[in-house]
C-alpha cells in the first residue's frame, strides 16, 4: 500500500522561506514523476510542480515559477519544494503526488504577518 | 495558458443519475484524470485515462469523452457519494491543470 507522508509546514512571514519534504513508501519512488499540488482555505485544486522521475525536467505553474523550486532524491525516496519569496497568497495545504495517483494528507503552510 | 472548466455545482437525488462536466481546448488531445474530496480529507483519484477507473471504486462511477469534454458520470448516486470533484490533465505531460471543482450534492 503506498503510503504519501508530507512534513515542512508551518507559519512564516511573507518573504520568508520554508522547506517541505514528503516521503513515499510501498512504491518505486525512481519510476514515477512527483507533483506538488496546493488547496487555499476553502479553494479549489492548484498544481504546483512536476519533476520527472530522474530529476532531469521539472515544470511549476506561472504563480510560484521562479520562487519555487522542486526536487528528489530517490535514494531517499524523498520530494522536496523549497518556497521562498512567500507571499500571504501562497498559504495552503500542500499535497505530494506521486503519479498524480495517490495523495497524502498534507502539509499546511501558512504565510502570515 | 490553459484552462479547464467545470460547472460550480450540480445537484440530484439518491438514485438519479449525476453528469459532470470538464472542458478545455486540451482535452482534445490530453487524458483527464477525475479526483474526489469529501469534506476534511485529501483527494482520491477515481477516473484516469478519461474513463478507467482504480480496481476499489465502484462501477457506478463512469467516463467518456467527446471533442474538448470529459464527462464525470454517476449512475445511481448516493448520499456518500456528496463531495468535490475536480477534473485534472496535464500539457506536455509537464504543466498540470485543475479544473475549478464541482460540488455535487445527493439529496
Known amino acids: 500500500q503506498v503510503q504519501v507522508v508530507e512534513s515542512g509546514g508551518g507559519v512564516v512571514q511573507p518573504g520568508g522561506s520554508l522547506t517541505l519534504s514528503c516521503e513515499v513508501s510501498g512504491y518505486i519512488f525512481s519510476d514515477h514523476g512527483m507533483h506538488w499540488v496546493r488547496q487555499a482555505p476553502g479553494k479549489g485544486l492548484q498544481w504546483v510542480a512536476f519533476?520527472?522521475?530522474?530529476?532531469?525536467?521539472?515544470n511549476y505553474a506561472d504563480s510560484v515559477r521562479g520562487r519555487f523550486f522542486i526536487s528528489r532524491d530517490n535514494s531517499k525516496n524523498k520530494l522536496f519544494l523549497q518556497l521562498n519569496s512567500l507571499r500571504l497568497d501562497d498559504t495552503a495545504v500542500y499535497y505530494c503526488?506521486?503519479?498524480?495517483?495517490?495523495w497524502g494528507q498534507g502539509a499546511l503552510v501558512t504565510v502570515f504577518s | 495558458s490553459y484552462d479547464l472548466t467545470q460547472p460550480s455545482s450540480v445537484s440530484v437525488s439518491p438514485g438519479q443519475t449525476a453528469r459532470i462536466t470538464c472542458s478545455g481546448d486540451?482535452?482534445?488531445?490530453?487524458?483527464v484524470r477525475w479526483f474526489q474530496q469529501k469534506p476534511g480529507q485529501s483527494p482520491t483519484l477515481i477516473l484516469y485515462?478519461?474513463?478507467e477507473r482504480p480496481s476499489w471504486i465502484p462501477e457506478r462511477f463512469s467516463g467518456s469523452s467527446s471533442g474538448t469534454t470529459v464527462t464525470l458520470t454517476i449512475s445511481g448516486a448516493q448520499v456518500e457519494d456528496e463531495a468535490d470533484y475536480y477534473c485534472?490533465?496535464?500539457?506536455?505531460?509537464?504543466?498540470?491543470?485543475f479544473g475549478g471543482g464541482t460540488k455535487l450534492t445527493v439529496l
Open positions: 519533476i520527472h522521475r530522474d530529476g532531469t525536467t521539472s
Open positions: 485534472y490533465s496535464a500539457a506536455d505531460n509537464t504543466l498540470g491543470i
Open positions: 486540451l482535452l482534445s488531445s490530453k487524458y
Open positions: 485515462n478519461d474513463n
Open positions: 503526488v506521486p503519479n498524480m495517483d495517490n
